[in-house]
């Protein structure tokens, strides 16, 4: 055969391999036209192609099975025979597979065979899935093989676990086999049916299935042919994914054991592929794929149907209506599906993978928004929209709200009108009449947004912040005093909020003003530096946030001692703190509390600070019994002044439960953190940067206790909260992908830990100051990780400089530096240099 020749028959293959069986042989007359050799090729590889798939490409308890009831299950005896494939008698069958005595034969294709079986120990009934002698080719065993580790290192109660896998004897030689959970349940269109699943209960299972393919995720590994068929729902209604037979690893540690793909290799069913899918270039594929398939899931879960129908058309015009063609609206179905769920629908089959959910995750909890009435992120954000939802799902509040809204603004605007009268004498009239005009411009909108009849969507106080600063922007050039005034308002609660980005335009904006009005040297400048530092602070920016105080600090040691004086150097301090240069920290810390005890007394929320932050420097020195008792007498003070449940209690008492944890009184540090946890995502929301500190700190407490897994899944939480409070270049994000390693290597997933360790280390080299002690922490993370992986030359060179650093930053004898010079004679022994091991190892 020519080139010519083969390169046709490749290509009417690839196109006939996934055509509908009714419509092949059609378009293999048309194709191959006079040509039988052509012809004869094509229908030799097909069969080849079939015979393949069959056994792996099925689900393994058959395409229509549908479980017997319990009481089967607990019979020593195999069941009666049956007319159906599924649950007929095994004959012809061996009567023994390793441990697993065979009760029937669920479903039986080309390559392979899966049976109920018996398992001995543990006693239990098993799917055991076995290639049939003879057939058991490279390519087999590899994707065979391929299936079995990826289902083992997926584990979740939303996936099908794998018990086992190996090979076993059966009379015709060893076969492979693994046993796998066997689930007892219906095809998920098919329960949804017979269950009479209402639309909420729809996507309640949804958003589990999401649950579960976001795991899989999470180990690397994207499925590629997710469908109804292969995700079946048991009797209690937990859906259980199946066949990640051509599941494609994304994971560096089981990457040599994945199939390469050719270009123009099609793997799955059609009518749920991606458009990147369905163009079969491996390249293109990632977890937004899945995420696609979610949706079409979704959108037929809904309707009955598939968004794009492609059963009668080829694969090239099944390929481009993929690609081109939009679904039918989801109200054309059902009008109770328009707005909101169509939306998501709508956002998760997005043609171009980069406007889709970036994580089945992230539908999962778009899902769950509408669920319990929250705004979805897949609706265009409009304060009309969001107001008037939030006035339908809490209409016994809008009054209460609209009555608290009003004078939070005539409070606002009332403390801006009183300052301006007091410096801007003159200028009283006008302030006045902006009061007048505020007042009546936001109440005008609230009350227009909540009318009766109209839709809309939840708000929240962000979005209400959204709406003010537009108006600032467009309204208020006329009274600049009023507008500074609110936008530092504004710029504090954007910060409180977690929104730093908005919360920076509007402090810069602020300091702007108050420069031109006030002067440089003014308390109102000095007030919006110590502002906006803290806000730079925070968002990682050193440098800027030490200027900003310093500023700050020079304008207010001009005027009297105050509590402002106070606030500033403790600002000044906070930064110092966390940079590590601890013995300034402390003397500012020092003399902000003196000036607090003189000017506010001994019961005010700004001692209880200073004291929180004192202990926090005494522990990071060692001085545990110095530290609780100094965070134990913040505590009361913060309940007396502030409450149980304002969010800087909370901090304190998270603080302690860090002290707890260094004590290895672990039971009480996990309550604390638990309580922290559950008040900081009531307070501050779930995707606030604090809520990741304390997932983060949560998941150090099972490290301790050796739960590698469950540090595992709260390391991954914190990591995805703090990437979307402060995004990937951050030190926060750096810390987390750290810990992350440590979890890993704790499971002994090399490769996977040593790339976090490395990321860490690289996000903290270019997001701390130079020299930080955090980089040596994070570097011998990393140099673990190297060490592990038998790596001696790159591990050696990372340690040396994790333990230059840490004992330029805290000192030899300091905890961590004599960590990892421990490490270093460990590396050396193992290296085979016992000489330079002696060196590291401390003194007898």
Known sequence: ????????????????????????????????????????????????????RTFLQTPALGE???????????????????????????????????????????????????????????????????????????????????????????????????????????????????????IQGQPLTQYAHTQRLDIRARLELLARICDALHHAHQKGVIHRDLKPGNILVDEAGQPKILDFGVARATNADIRAATLQTSVGQLLGTVGYMSPEQIAGDPRELDTRSDVYTLGAI?????????????????LPEAARAIVEEEPEPLRLANRELRGDIEAIVGKALEKDKR????????????????????????????????????????????????????????????????????????????????????????????????????????????????????????????????????RLRLGTSYYRLGLYEPARKQLRRALELDQRIYGANSPEVAKTLSTLGTLMHVMGDYGEAEALHRAALDIRRRKAADADLATTINNLAALLHFQGRYDEAEQLYRETLALQRRVLGEEHAQIAATLNNLGAIHRQRGDLARAEQLHRQALPIYA????????????????????????DRLDEAEELYSQVLELRRELLGPDHSQVGTTLNNL??????????????????????????????????????????????????????????GRQAVDLATRTLPAGHWSIGVLQAIHGTTLLRLGQYEQAEAVLLQAHAALTAARGPQYERTREVAERLAELYEAWGRPAQAAEWRPPE
């Open 1 to 52: 055969m020519t080139p010519e020749q083969y390169a046709r028959v490749r290509e009417i293959f690839l196109a006939a391999r996934d055509a509908d069986p009714a419509q092949q042989a059609d378009y293999l007359r048309a194709a191959c036209g006079d040509d039988p050799e052509i012809l004869a090729e094509v229908q030799s590889l097909l069969a080849s192609a079939e015979r393949a």
């Open 64 to 182: 229509h099975f549908v479980m017997a009831g319990p009481e089967s299950l607990a019979r020593d005896s195999a069941p009666q025979a049956t007319s159906s494939t599924a649950g007929r008698r095994a004959i012809g069958h061996p009567e023994q597979i390793g441990q697993y005595r065979i009760l029937d034969v669920l479903g039986e294709g080309g390559m392979g065979v899966v049976y109920r079986a018996q398992q001995e120990h543990p006693r239990r009934v098993v799917a055991l899935k076995v290639i049939k002698p003879g057939v058991e080719s490279p390519e087999t065993i590899r994707r065979f093989e391929h299936e079995c580790q990826v289902l083992g290192w997926l584990q979740h109660a939303g996936i099908a676990q794998v018990y086992e896998a190996g090979t076993a004897e059966a009379g015709y030689g060893p076969q492979p086999f693994f046993a796998m959970e066997l």
């Open 298 to 314: 979704l959108y037929e879960l809904l309707t009955g149907r598939v968004p794009v129908d492609v059963s009668r058309r080829t």
């Open 355 to 486: 406007h889709r959910y970036q994580s089945a995750s992230d539908l999962a909890a778009d899902i769950r928004r509408y669920l319990s009435d929250q705004p979805v992120s897949a609706r265009p954000v409009t304060a009309i929209y969001q107001l008037r939802k939030f006035a339908r799902r809490n209409r016994a509040l809008v009054v209460g709200l609209l009555t608290t809204g009003l004078a939070l603004i005539v409070g606002i605007v009332g403390t801006s009108t009183g300052m301006v009268r007091a410096q801007r004498a003159e200028r009283e009239a006008r302030s006045a009449a902006a009061k007048a005009g505020a007042i009546s411009y936001f109440i005008g909108e609230i009350l227009g947004a909540v009318e009766p009849g109209r839709e809309g969507r939840d708000v929240k106080v962000f979005e209400i912040l959204d709406q003010a600063a537009a108006a600032l922007d467009n309204e208020w050039s006329e009274h600049p005093e009023v507008e500074a005034a609110l």
């Open 640 to 663: 007396r002044t502030l409450g149980e449940r304002h969010p800087d209690y909370v901090t304190c008492l998270g603080n302690l439960a860090v002290i707890l944890e260094r004590q």
């Open 699 to 756: 998941a150090k407490v099972c490290m301790r206790r050796g739960e590698h897994g469950r540090a595992e899944e709260l390391y991954r939480e914190a990591l995805a909260v703090c990437q979307r409070a402060f995004g990937e270049e951050h030190p926060q994000t750096a810390a987390v992908h750290g810990n992350l390693a440590k979890a890993l290597l704790g499971q002994d997933r090399r490769a996977e830990a040593e790339l976090h």
